[in-house]
């Protein structure tokens, strides 16, 4: 497939990076085969000193060498290396050597040298950064060390860090691209179980997911956040973050669907974070429209509105979709960052809790940081879930704490 073929050019580190499945394994397979192999069985190839590293020698045999779609698999037999196990290397009939190294002694390999390398799941390595410098340092043979790296992203240093060489290419695919070699149940069940998740982002489409420096939410902090079944609640509202401009380079207007069951003080209560209706490109009437079907559609008692821009004419907007809305404009007085972090505490508290789907809306909370956004343009979906939540959440108890005050 177009992913798993080698691109063109003088680079020196080709990343195969994709979800579960899609076929990385056959892509480095494939790849060592055709550096170490000549015209024909006996021939000389472009490479004769390889080095295979996983993060454990049991990984390297077991997947890349042994395994279904692994070096021996992809060979035909008049070209099939020989696995000479106290060696722990493969040995070519053309008299290519492959040998094997685990990324828990990065030491290992300082010595050895070597034209090409084969580096499976560098992402999930304990000790990334020591075996991959040590590795660079031992790719010294031949007119031009090339290595191939297979992995699931992960938000780890050494695979951003690679990924920014101007060296480096990447070909990518999630892991419906390889959906003809997989049993249809598993992708259907995960699928079903992931769908719209930061971890079925990461590990089904292969996307690298980052969270920003000193970001105010993380990724691990979502992830344990969401929840599949969600209780009664008491009150739902429908927070949006106008957009100023129309067509299609106009700012995205956040819409984010909210809930909360506050029974008991405030430190009892827990929202729940429904749904992300956010749309691009509308006119104020689109989007005041598509604020209104949520609304419909969740059953919310109150529809808030950052006014700071539009002033009134975001009411009015509103109020022509439908003029007996309960509507609330709020004015922000502080920064978004500001704004955000009484938010970002409900989360670490184990607060706030995600249904699935929130993709968009959760990559834009892991830029924001209490600095600004990090990310491009603006964070307007994470503007409308703030507002939302301050208005479930935070100005509530503190109302709730007012002398006199036990109820809302």
């Known amino acids: 497939m177009p992913h798993q073929l080698p691109p063109e050019g003088a680079w020196r580190s080709w990343v195969v990076m994709g979800g579960r499945g899609a076929?990385?394994?056959r892509a480095g397979a494939e790849w060592v085969r055709s550096v170490v192999e000549g015209a024909r069985p006996l021939d000389a190839g472009r490479c004769r000193r390889v080095a295979l590293v996983g993060e454990t020698i049991e990984q390297v045999r077991e997947v890349m060498i042994f395994g279904d779609s692994g070096i021996l698999a992809c060979s035909p037999a008049d070209?099939?290396?020989?696995?000479?196990?106290t060696r722990k290397r493969l040995v070519w009939p053309n008299g290519a050597v492959a040998t094997v190294h685990s990324a828990?002694?990065?030491?290992?390999?300082?010595?050895?040298?070597?034209?090409?390398?084969?580096?499976?799941?560098?992402?999930?390595?304990?000790?990334?950064?020591?075996?991959?410098?040590?590795?660079?340092?031992?790719?010294?043979?031949?007119?031009?060390?090339q290595v191939c790296v297979t992995t699931t992203p992960r938000n780890v240093g050494v695979l951003k860090d690679l990924l920014a060489s101007p060296s480096t290419v990447l070909t990518h695919a999630p892991t419906e691209a390889n959906r003809a070699h997989l049993a249809a149940s598993f992708l259907e069940e995960v699928r079903a179980r992931y769908r719209g998740t930061r971890l079925g982002r990461q590990e089904l489409d292969g996307v690298l997911l980052t969270d920003a420096e000193g970001a105010l939410w993380t990724g691990a902090m979502l992830e344990g956040c969401t929840v599949r079944d969600v209780p009664a609640l008491d009150r739902i509202v429908v927070a949006v973050d106008p957009a100023t401009t129309s067509g299609e380079r106009a700012d995205e207007c956040g819409i984010v669907v909210a809930g909360v069951v506050c029974s008991g003080p405030p430190q009892d209560w827990r929202a729940y974070v429904l749904a992300d209706c956010t749309v691009t490109g509308q006119s104020p009437s689109g989007w005041a429209q598509a604020a209104i079907r949520a609304m419909e559609q969740f059953g919310a008692d109150r529809l808030v509105a950052e006014v700071n821009q539009g002033g009134q004419m975001v009411q009015e907007v509103i109020r022509q979709v439908d003029p007996l809305v309960p509507y609330k404009g709020v004015h922000a007085s502080r920064g978004k960052s500001a704004r955000a972090e009484p938010?970002?505490?409900?989360?670490?508290?184990?607060?706030v809790h995600h249904v699935s789907?929130?993709?968009?809306?959760?990559?834009?909370?892991?830029?924001?940081?209490?600095?600004?956004?990090?990310?491009?343009?603006?964070?307007?979906?994470?503007?409308?879930?703030?507002?939302?939540?301050?208005?479930?959440?935070?100005?509530?108890?503190?109302?709730?704490?007012?002398?006199?005050?036990r109820s809302l």
Not at 79 to 85: H, I
Not at 129 to 135: F, G, P, S, V
Request: with cysteine.
């Open 23 to 25: 076929g990385k394994t």
């Open 79 to 85: 070209r099939r290396p020989d696995w000479e196990a």
């Open 104 to 145: 828990h002694d990065p030491e290992g390999l300082r010595g050895p040298q070597f034209d090409a390398a084969w580096v499976d799941e560098i992402a999930k390595w304990k000790k990334a950064r020591e075996t991959w410098d040590m590795l660079q340092f031992a790719l010294r043979l031949g007119e031009q060390p």
């Open 343 to 351: 938010v970002a505490a409900l989360y670490e508290q184990g607060r």
């Open 357 to 405: 789907g929130m993709a968009a809306l959760e990559d834009q909370m892991c830029r924001m940081t209490q600095r600004g956004y990090e990310g491009g343009g603006s964070p307007d979906r994470v503007d409308a879930l703030v507002w939302a939540l301050h208005e479930l959440m935070i100005e509530p108890a503190a109302k709730w704490r007012q002398p006199g005050v």
